[in-house]
């Protein structure tokens, strides 16, 4: 089994990821030896929207010189890691490709093992690196630009999904919906700051199949709303502001519903949220007061771990490899992949 540091690779969109850490049974944020990334945000701008093939390419720039800063912020050097756990999909192949490569061609060169991660596994581990962590079961609401799941966790690796998005994920719904009201590239942080500015009640848009029995999602109706109720408006600051403070209640309420729902359902207490728009301000406060009053917990990693990241990954990795998983050497990865 590996308790010596493992390194984590995250490639599969438009973050470089990469950190390293040694498994501590319990405390697995006391492990986390260091974490670097670098954001291709810039990048993709330009485009409104993750440009594939420039991502891959900017992973090749990008991945080594993050794995040597990695390395001198942990004081190590490539003999004293132990393994090496990377992103093998879902998510862009080429992008995925790119760490997946360089992971097995290091972990091949150090004579060490190599281990593929689901990305969103990933995702519902990251709030186990924050001090007193939550221990399974829980239920993980997994909310980014790819997915909107709520995932029973009944042990690490058993994972029961709950509900799922039948089109839209959460955060599509913030890019795509942030984009037809002009806002930048990437729409969701965007759209949350200019709600701030917003009046509530304003504007009012529905709460997607919160009136029927189930925990699944569909947010794409929630962008025609909005694109309705904008060309009808008169287009001004508040009013942007107004729609946008609207939209995020919609979807904040709609989460908030079904997170309670998932609860009743598996009889979880603990509930940890993960997934870039975990970062959503209004959501965090609205799952804090409910957990207040319905007497659950709440978990939210620390904001840097909410989107993609390395931490994620070599966290993953590492308890896989402790666990004494192991891999052939190919060099595989998969962009469409089932938890
Ligand atoms: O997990 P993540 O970094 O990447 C994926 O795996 O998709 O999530 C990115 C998504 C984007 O859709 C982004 O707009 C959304 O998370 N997001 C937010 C916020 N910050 C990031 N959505 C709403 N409010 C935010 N503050
Ligand atoms: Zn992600």
């Known amino acids: 089994t590996v308790t010596k540091p493992v390194l984590g690779i995250e490639t599969s969109c438009d973050e470089t990821g990469v950190a390293l850490l040694r498994w501590e049974p319990g405390q697995p944020g006391r492990g986390l030896l260091a974490h670097t990334l670098y954001s291709q945000i810039k990048l993709h701008a330009e485009y409104g929207g993750v440009v594939p093939e420039l991502a891959s390419r900017d992973h090749v720039r990008k991945l080594l010189p993050l794995v040597r800063e990695a390395m001198a912020e942990a004081g190590l050097t490539p003999q004293d890691l132990g393994g090496v756990a990377y992103t093998a999909g879902p998510g862009l192949v080429g992008a ?3 760490g997946a490569a360089a992971a097995r061609a290091m972990a091949w060169a150090l004579g060490v093992p190599a281990i593929g991660i689901h990305h969103m596994e990933g995702h519902l ?15 993980a609401l997994l909310v980014s630009g790819g997915h909107s799941m709520l995932v029973e966790v009944k042990a690490i690796g ?11 994920a959460a955060g599509e719904a913030f890019d795509k919906t942030a984009k037809l009201m002009g806002l930048p590239y990437p729409g969701g942080p965007a759209l949350a700051l200019l709600a701030e500015q917003g009046r509530p009640g304003a504007f009012r848009f529905s709460r997607p199949m919160t009136d029927r029995p189930g925990l699944d999602f569909s947010f794409s109706g929630l962008k025609t709303q909005v694109l309705l109720a904008w060309r ?12 946008a403070r609207a939209f995020e209640d919609a979807v904040v309420d709609t989460l908030l519903i079904k997170c309670r729902r998932s609860l009743d359902v598996s009889g979880a207490r603990q509930l940890v949220i993960a997934g870039g728009v975990g970062a959503n301000k209004r959501l965090r406060a609205a799952l804090s007061d ?28 590492a308890i ?10 190919t060099v595989q990865v998969f962009p469409r992949w089932d938890l």
């Open 96 to 98: 995925l490709l790119v």
């Open 125 to 139: 581990l990251a709030p186990l690196l924050e001090n007193d962590p939550p221990s399974p079961p829980f239920v």
């Open 158 to 168: 058993e994972y029961r999904i709950l509900g799922d998005t039948l089109d839209d």
């Open 232 to 243: 009808q408006s008169d287009q001004s600051e508040q009013t942007r502001a107004d729609i």
């Open 290 to 317: 409910a957990a207040a009053k319905d007497g659950f917990r709440v978990y939210f990693p620390r904001l840097e771990f909410c989107t993609d990241n390395g931490a994620m990954i070599a966290l993953a990795g």
């Open 320 to 329: 896989r490899l402790a666990g004494g998983q192991q891999q052939d050497e």
